[in-house]
């Protein structure tokens, strides 16, 4: 039988791997912050919740209310629009900073930040500019995280032999030591020199760190390493590196399969057993559970158990028969509704709007298949999109609310009955009700275009799913019929 | 005996050139929606900060606000995890923190914890602290204060202090003129 999944899973791991932080996180750097308006703006900026920052920051540009001493204030918001995606205009700000008569320091964090956008549109001539003009006025801080992005910028241009000299200028201490190891590790692997990345990788995986980020970096540098193990029939290697992976992290399952095809390539069907055990009994859902239900009866036919190996492809044919009609269902529940009538977006929203939200699923089968789908990493823009866009019709329906609200209150209330400006104040309130409506419906039109875009991939990507289970269904039926053939002779 | 079905080479060609038409289309798509959806944002944003003026001029009565905010100032002695806040014996908010808003208030942030209106004279304002003092031990802190309330928008700020002879938290009111 041929081990498809893990050449898959293999050919997926041998890419850049760019920590999280690099994107989540813009550290700015440490300041007096006097004013309450723009230390609040920051406090958005930490608890992630860029849209109330911007619109804070702008209201507060507006009254003049920030303070004018505060010379990273542009910094700040050029950061805001960076975390809530809108890197265009962070690009701009950036560049507007750099230009700007502002002190040097600002300057080269503004470049340095840039180095990183241009890192994220794989720019390699413009990342390597951005980082020559902030390698002057840095803070010590951020100097290993400097030379990290040399190393990927080097690493962008296929100049791996350079980047692997970057390394001797970051401190081992730093976790950017490990995630240019990972990176130089993994680009050796893609150019078709794993000999050269082997050593790399096996640094990053035997590092010895309990933030999880690292471990993930870790789990991932273990998992890449295992299968080329694997690829080049080393494996007794390939076993010792799989069991490196945490069992509980996100990578389980893929070790778990890899050390059962460890195990049972060098014949040790035996030990190949216990591992895919663990994995057959997992959620059906998952590719690599799949794949183990395949496996398993393989090794225990190996093993001349062929009345358990029967059950068990018995077993694993009704499994795939199940898997294979609730994904025709899926199907064409995902060409006539959208697919976020399946799953349940906790739709809780604290006082600044954001949402609390982790996926859930009901109870059955057919949700639980979405959402393994929808927690695939190629849907997660389209999550934080959908996110997005909720989170803003909220918003407009609570100024619209609000908005009522304060006509009410021009009406009523004492205090404006008299007042001056009541008249214009109306007007103005009047063309914001207005302002609003037409944005919630340009929302409701986008929300829709959006729902139609994620029903088509949710389609393109359940039609693959489907072509696996087919294959994996025909070769159980295959492997079935051959032991059934076998017994049927040995009667005779 | 079931047998392997073999599938005609021209058959897969079209499979595959139709699955990458589909997949360019779908990319296509990606990227013209995205770009629609950065032009709401920024649309939204600048809508967002005219009805916060508005708001400020029409929700609230300007002479009878109160804001309380909360900030730290070095937090080392402290971790904070949650906080209440009662004022004239009615609870009237609560947070928990997560890491990274513990972060920010070590960065120099600060919490808009509260904003009422509120009538002239004097109020009593209780917040209670709950988290992590030196060396992990569970820890809760309460601070009681008089606030007067006079004719314009009262502000005050909760400072969160280290008092590094005793080693131990200290919370410190601040009123903004």
Known sequence: ?492 | MIRKKKIPVSILVLFLSILLSITNLLADEEEKIAKQIADLKHSIIELGSDVKAMEKLLLYSEKSLLSVYLSMDAGQLFELNDVKLVIDDKEVASHRYADREKLGFQKGAAQLLYRTELGLGEHELVAVFSGTGVRNRPMKRGLTYKVEKTNQHNIIEIVIKDDVSKQRPQFVVRKIE
């Not at chain 1, 999280?20 to 230390?39: D, F, G, P, V």
């Not at chain 1, 009254?63 to 542009?74: I, N, T």
């Not at chain 1, 694993?316 to 799953?343: C, G």
């Not at chain 1, 609003?436 to 829709?448: E, F």
């Open chain 1, 1 to 492: 039988m041929r081990n498809s999944v893990f050449n898959i899973a293999f050919l997926s791991l041998i890419v850049l791997y760019v920590p999280k932080a690099l994107y989540a996180q813009i550290n700015l750097e440490e300041r007096s912050l006097e004013n309450l308006n723009y230390q609040e703006v920051y406090y958005h900026f930490f608890r992630k919740d860029e849209f109330n920052g911007l619109v804070n920051f702008h209201h507060a540009m507006r009254q003049d209310s920030l303070p004018a001493k505060a010379e990273d204030k542009e910094l700040l918001m050029a950061g805001l629009y960076y975390k809530y995606g809108l890197f265009n205009t962070a690009e701009n700000i950036f560049k507007k900073i750099i230009k700007d008569n502002n002190p040097a320091f600002t300057k080269a964090v503004a470049n340095f930040y840039l180095a990183k956008l241009y890192l994220r549109s794989g720019d390699a001539p413009l990342m390597s500019s951005a980082l020559k003009n902030s390698v002057k006025h840095l803070p010590e801080s951020l100097e290993n995280e400097h030379q990290y992005l040399q190393g990927m910028q080097m690493l962008l241009l296929d100049d791996i032999k350079s980047a692997e000299k970057r390394l001797k200028n970051i401190s081992k201490k730093s976790k950017w030591y490990f995630f240019l190891s990972f990176n130089v590790g993994a680009a050796y692997f893609k150019s078709k020199n794993p000999d050269a990345g082997e050593k790399y990788l096996k640094r990053v995986g035997s590092l010895n760190h309990d933030q999880a980020d690292m471990l993930a970096l870790k789990d991932k540098a273990n998992i890449t390493l295992g299968y080329y193990f694997l690829r080049n029939e080393k494996y007794n290697n390939a076993a010792s590196t799989f069991e490196k992976v945490r069992l509980q992290g996100p990578f389980s399952n893929k070790a778990l399969l890899g050390l059962g095809w460890a195990y049972s390539n060098a014949s040790d069907y035996r030990n190949a057993i216990i591992p895919w055990s663990t994995l057959s009994n997992k959620d059906t859902t998952q590719l690599t559970v799949q794949e183990a239900r395949l496996a398993l009866p393989y090794a225990y036919k190996k093993l001349n158990s062929e009345a358990q190996s029967l059950a068990m492809y018995e077993d694993s044919i009704e499994e795939y028969e199940k898997l294979k009609t609730d994904l025709d269902e899926m199907l064409l529940f995902s060409q006539s509704a959208s697919v976020f009538d399946l799953i349940v977006i906790d739709s809780s929203y604290d006082d600044y709007g954001i949402s609390q939200e982790i996926i859930k699923h009901r109870d059955s089968r057919l949700d639980r298949l979405m959402l393994t789908l929808l927690n695939e990493k190629s849907f997660q823009k389209l999550l934080d999109e959908h996110r997005d866009l909720r989170q803003l019709q909220l918003k407009l329906s609570n100024w619209f609310k609000n908005s009522k609200f304060m006509a009410m209150r021009l009406k009523n209330t004492p205090e404006f009955r008299k007042h001056p400006d009541r008249r214009s104040y109306m007007k103005s309130l009047h063309k914001i009700q207005k302002r609003i409506k037409k944005q919630k419906s340009k929302l409701t039109k986008l929300v829709q275009s959006h729902e139609l875009l994620v029903q088509a991939k949710v389609t393109k990507a359940l039609e693959k799913k489907r072509q696996f289970v087919i294959s994996y269904l025909s070769q159980a039926r295959f492997a079935y019929a051959e032991l059934l053939d076998k017994a049927a002779v040995v009667e005779q």
